[in-house]
Each structure stands twice: as structure tokens, then as C-alpha cells.
């Protein structure tokens, strides 16, 4: 069996590769989708359920679960696996990022940022060493280095003096975890808002440093679809080509697919379990919003070719009565849904990867999903 970070590259198209990632809790092939399980779960699925979806790795939050229920309970229960009983492989962020989006009064300085907590406003510090033993003591298989996601809109000064601090940060967190702990990886973040030549700056930097993979972070934070593609086809090739490269953030279906063709390896997002919670459904005919009144008296599955629970047992108007009802079952089948479509476009686009027609799978997926949709 291969060590953890071994990082084995497959057939490519283009800048588009397959690739395998070795985890201490199992291999993952690559480009991969990552469900966000915030809260040491992925709303309203059990882990069987992840399982039968084939997803293959799952995100987890570390500012959550540190607040609720807090690190060193999960480590003394025997760790985020076990804990939630998900024993493939876990990546977990830094918590800075929701620092930035959930917490208040945040304060960043040399140390570290300073906070209050979301739940009962009692103060905290993240610095690179507690985020790194944060999540030490959950035991994710793929850890990230504490940073400053850059707000959209930022200007020069700002993001430079933010990076130079973000890289200081991800030295610590690479000190304070120098490989080798229990197998678990770690990640530097590439940030620099929008500006190439401190993208640059910032990639050249962390790779002096040395990880396990390497994140594009700062996107998906407002910006257009055009700003984020121009950074994401400019930064990429900037990321080693023997390293797993990571999205964080992202996306939509048509994200993905821009992803994939600049050769990132790795995604995670929200919206397939959000929109789930919304009504909003991927399917590959297009969205469905499912609260629609045309789907009230359709008898028909909500996509025929989708081989989840919901599609193989369920009407649209029967999916449509659970969510106008806000019953919860309606949360479950549609995420189980959602996620089972993510699952699939990402088989379907590693196959077109290794088969050399990437491109074409592209066209196809965005004849349904058209770039300028929002
Ligand atoms: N869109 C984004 C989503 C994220 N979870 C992150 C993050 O966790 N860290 N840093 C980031 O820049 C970032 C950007
Ligand atoms: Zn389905």
C-alpha cells in the first residue's frame, strides 16, 4: 500500500488530469468532489449514505467543531472517524475561513486572529499552531494551513501585507506539523486576491516551504466568473504538476468544468447540499426547481438516468409535496439526489479525462449548464 501523500498521475487531456491520491484512510481518485460534512456530518445523509453515492472524501470544519462539540472531546472519543463513523478520508479547513464569514469582533495579528464565537461570543485565538493541533486532534487525513482569505475588492496594499502574513502563518503550521503525524497531510493555501504577480508571489513562496498539495483559496469570494477564471487559468500551472491541487470553494457544475480543464485536482462547495435544502435540483437535463407548480401533478422520476433512492422510488410531485411541506425527509432525498448527480458528473468527467475527450464532455455538460447561469 502506498504511504499517505503519495500522489500517483493518470491519463490527462489538455491541462485536465486523473490522478490518485493516497490518504491513511484510503486512496481518492482525482479530479474528486468533496461533500461538506460542516458539522462532523453531511446534512441529513448517514455515512452508509455516502458510501452508496460513492463519494470518496468529505470536508469537514474545524472552526465548527471546535466550538461544538470541541477537538479535544472528538480526540478523546477516538477522532472526527469515529466519531461520526465515516471512515474514508476526511479533509478538514483551518477554520479562518469561517472566522472571516460566521465569527465577530475579529482581530488579526501576528499570532494569530482573534475572534467570538458564533454560538455564544466567547473570545478565541486561531494561530498556526492551534488550528494545526485542532486538527491534529480530529485526525483529518488532509489538514489546511490557517490563512487569510482575502475579501473581494481588496486593494494592492492590503493583499500584499495579507500575504506576507499568510505565508508566515502556513511556515508555523508547517513547523508545528512537519509530515508524518499519524499519516495526516498538510496543505498551503495560495492566496493574493487578484492580482497575478502576487498570486505568483504567494505559490512560489509556500513551495519553498514545501506541502503535501496546494490550495487555490481567495476565490469564489463575489468575484465574476470571468475574474475567477482568468486567476484560476493564470495560478494553476503555477501549483506543481506532482501535487494534488485544490479549489477551495467551488462549485457549480460549469466551475468544476473550468476547474478541471485548468488542471485542478480537487473541489468542495456548498451548493449541491444547499440547494438540496432550497429545492434546487442538478440533473443532467438542467436545474429543477423543484416548488414549482408544473411539478405538482408529475408522476415522473426527477431524472430517469439517476440511479439514487430518490430517483428510483419518487415522483417530482411527490418530491415537491415533502418540500412545500418542509418535511424533513425532503432535505434528505434531495441531497441524497444532488449529491449522487456531483458523484456522477465527476466519474463521467474523470472517463472523458482518460479517454481524451474532455473538451467534448464539456460542451455537453454545458449545453445544460450554461457558463453565464447563474
Ligand atoms: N472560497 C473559499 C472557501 C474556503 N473554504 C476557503 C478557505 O477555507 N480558506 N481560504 C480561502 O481562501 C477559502 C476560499
Ligand atoms: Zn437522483
Known amino acids: 500500500m502506498n504511504v499517505p501523500g ?17 490518504t491513511a484512510h484510503g ?18 445523509l448517514c455515512p452508509t449514505d455516502l458510501h452508496d453515492l460513492k463519494a470518496q472524501i468529505i470536508l469537514g470544519n474545524t472552526y465548527h467543531l471546535y466550538l461544538r462539540p470541541g477537538d479535544e472531546l472528538v480526540a478523546k472519543l477516538g477522532g472526527l472517524h469515529r466519531f461520526m463513523g465515516w471512515d474514508g478520508p476526511i479533509l478538514t ?42 486538527q491534529q486532534n480530529l485526525g483529518s487525513d488532509i489538514m489546511m494551513v490557517l490563512d487569510e482569505c482575502v475579501p473581494y475588492g481588496a486593494d494592492r496594499a492590503y493583499t500584499e501585507k495579507s500575504l506576507a502574513l499568510t505565508t508566515r502563518w502556513a511556515r508555523r503550521c508547517r513547523q508545528a506539523h512537519p509530515g508524518g503525524h499519524r499519516g495526516q497531510l498538510l496543505f498551503g493555501i495560495v492566496q493574493g486576491g487578484f492580482f497575478k504577480d502576487l498570486r505568483a508571489e504567494s505559490a512560489a513562496q509556500l ?66 447540499t444547499r440547494n438540496a435544502r432550497n429545492g434546487t435540483l442538478f440533473t443532467f437535463q438542467g436545474k429543477v426547481n423543484i416548488k414549482r407548480a408544473e411539478y405538482r401533478e408529475d408522476d415522473t422520476p426527477l ?33 441524497l439526489h444532488n449529491l449522487t448527480f456531483f458523484s456522477i458528473m465527476m466519474e463521467r468527467a474523470r472517463q472523458a479525462i482518460r479517454d481524451g475527450r474532455f473538451a467534448a464532455f464539456r460542451a455537453e455538460m454545458e449545453a445544460v449548464y450554461p457558463t453565464d447561469e447563474e
Open 303 to 335: 431524472d430517469p438516468t439517476c440511479p439514487c433512492y430518490a430517483c428510483q422510488t419518487f415522483s417530482k410531485a411527490y418530491l415537491r409535496h415533502l418540500y412545500v411541506a418542509r418535511e424533513l425527509l425532503s432535505y434528505r432525498l434531495n441531497t
Open 93 to 134: 479547513d483551518s477554520g479562518g475561513f469561517q472566522v472571516f464569514s460566521l465569527s465577530g469582533l475579529r482581530q488579526i495579528a501576528e499570532e494569530g486572529v482573534t475572534f467570538s464565537s458564533h454560538i455564544d461570543g466567547s473570545r478565541h485565538l486561531f494561530s498556526p499552531e492551534k488550528v494545526i493541533a485542532i
Open 27 to 44: 486512496d481518492v481518485e482525482t479530479p474528486i468532489f468533496m461533500p461538506v460534512g460542516t458539522q462532523g456530518t453531511v446534512k441529513s
Open 207 to 272: 513551495l519553498e516551504i514545501g506541502f503535501d498539495g496546494y490550495a487555490l483559496g481567495g476565490l469564489s469570494v463575489g468575484e465574476s466568473r470571468e475574474e475567477m477564471y482568468d486567476i484560476l487559468g493564470d495560478a494553476t500551472p503555477l501549483l506543481p504538476a506532482d501535487r494534488p491541487r485544490y479549489l477551495m470553494g467551488v462549485g457549480a457544475p460549469r466551475d468544476l468544468l473550468a476547474g478541471m480543464a485548468a488542471g485542478i485536482d480537487m473541489f468542495d462547495c456548498v451548493l449541491p
Open 6 to 22: 503519495t500522489f500517483t498521475l493518470g491519463p490527462g487531456d489538455g491541462n485536465a488530469r486523473t490522478g490518485c491520491l493516497t
